[in-house]
């Protein structure tokens, strides 16, 4: 492979950033040890239930993009969308040349024949699945994505099993990367206080 043909390659990864957690930051910075090029926005999942509004989030996911300080790693907002679909059109007119890779975490691999129009998704992108601990991807659901067209990567990535979900809901300030822990503690996010 030619250095021109791999610096086309770029990572994109839309999170719901509810908050950000370790298993972002390390997904991030994981990616950006295989792609010359990783791209990151903060999208309403229409699978969720967010707590904090768009804005907030996308605010989070910029102080961890600017901590990481990666040339290769940008913050385009512009891709947020909550249908895979409208994204990966707008990441085609950004970079008409770029072989794209979509990126999603283990967890949400059954996820993807249910999305709008998961077929023209598929088409259009690869799908690069990071393994989270806990949420292995069986062989079936490899034959189902590649019988839809998938053109699937197995990222040789482990990502902790950290969840957004269980900072919401027990304030556990562990899972969260210590470039954002100040925001969310003197804005009062999800309950998080200076005085826990």
């Not at 919401?168 to 309950?191: C, F, H, K, V, W």
């Amino acid at each position: 492979m030619s250095d021109e043909t791999k610096n086309r390659k770029i990572a994109l990864l839309g999170t719901s950033a509810d908050p950000p957690t370790c298993g972002h930051q390390a997904l991030l910075q994981g990616l950006l040890t295989l792609f010359p090029r990783v791209a990151t926005w903060a999208s309403n999942n229409p699978m969720k239930e967010h707590k904090a509004n768009l804005v907030k989030r996308h605010e989070m996911l910029k102080v961890l993009v600017d901590w990481i300080s990666h040339p290769g790693l940008e913050l385009v907002q512009d891709l947020s969308s909550p249908l895979a679909l409208i994204t990966l059109k707008k990441a085609k007119i950004l970079w008409p040349n770029a072989e794209l890779t979509f990126v999603i975490g283990s967890d949400l691999t059954n996820q993807i024949p249910t999305w709008v129009k998961a077929k023209e998704v598929l088409n259009i992108a690869r799908i690069g699945i990071a393994p989270r601990q806990g949420w292995p991807v069986s062989k079936q659901q490899l034959e189902t994505l590649q019988s839809l067209g998938g053109r699937i990567d197995i990222l040789p990535l482990q990502i902790p099993a950290t969840a957004s979900s269980m900072i919401r809901e027990e304030s556990n300030t562990s899972d969260i990367p210590i470039a954002i822990l100040p925001m969310l503690l003197e804005q009062n996010l999800y309950g998080l206080t200076t005085n826990k």
